[in-house]
T-cell receptor
Framework: GQQVMQIPQYQHVQEGEDFTTYCNSS?????IQWYKQRPGGHPVFLIQ?????EVKKQKRLTFQFGEAKKNSSLHITATQTTDVGTYFC????????????FGKGTKLSVKP | KAGVTQTPRYLIKTRGQQVTLSCSPI?????VSWYQQTPGQGLQFLFE???????NKGNFPGRFSGRQFSNSRSEMNVSTLELGDSALYLC????????????????FGEGSRLTVL
């Protein structure tokens, strides 16, 4: 079936270091969304990317959608302890009838 | 604006029993999706309901079923519980937009944590 692969599964960084998580699909995505889930919490929507090559920024977070619309990345500059959590990408394949397929997430821990 | 409400938050069942979980979406949202979250498998899509109709279904056995009521509230049922059904079940509501490239954001509830003994 259709999948969205996300790497790495875990990432441990020192506070102040940068962090990147990657999502890949074997087929073209209509769009991709990113969510953050804090420990013990529920996923919270961060952003949606729709256009080929799109780049969006939210403060220290930079989101990219690949030119072929098959991959995406989330980059956090100078991580803080508040960035701790699991980051999920969710892509929609095909036309408007497809549902969002979530990657398995990247769990980020930040050492102060 | 009230968020997505899921009940119960925690429950313990034994193998072979059945369970019903409830989800009240954000007011005005017509789409409710259900996901199963486990440590090893991440978020797996169960099904989506829109205006009382199942619009999409994931790859889960027939023991997993759901429905949506006219007020958009949704329930999911798992019959003949197995140990592997232990998970966090998340409900997400959205406007249910189905534009060509744009998908409405999902608003998740806190989840129902099911433990099967």
């Amino acid at each position: 079936g259709q999948q969205v692969m996300q790497i790495p599964q875990y990432q441990h960084v020192q506070e102040g270091e940068d962090f990147t998580t990657y999502c890949n699909s074997s087929t073209t995505l209509s769009n991709i969304q990113w969510y953050k889930q804090r420990p013990g919490g529920h996923p919270v929507f961060l952003i949606q990317l729709v256009k080929s090559g799109e780049v969006k920024k939210q403060k220290r977070l930079t989101f990219q959608f690949g030119e072929a619309k098959k991959n995406s990345s989330l980059h956090i500059t100078a991580t803080q302890t508040t960035d701790v959590g699991t980051y999920f990408c969710a892509g929609k394949h095909g036309g408007s009838q497809g549902n969002l397929i979530f990657g398995k997430g990247t769990k980020l821990s930040v050492k102060p | 604006k009230a968020g997505v409400t899921q009940t119960p938050r925690y429950l313990i069942k034994t193998r072979g029993q059945q369970v019903t979980l409830s989800c009240s979406p954000i007011s005005g949202h017509r789409s409710v999706s259900w996901y199963q979250q486990t440590p090893g498998q991440g978020l797996q899509f169960l099904f989506e309901y829109f205006s009382e109709t199942q619009r999409n279904k994931g790859n889960f056995p027939g023991r997993f079923s759901g429905r949506q009521f006219s007020n958009s509230r949704s329930e999911m049922n798992v019959s003949t519980l197995e140990l592997g059904d232990s998970a966090l079940y998340l409900c997400a509501s959205s406007l249910g937009l189905r534009l060509a490239h744009f998908t409405g954001e999902l608003f998740f509830g806190e989840g129902s944590r099911l433990t099967v003994l």
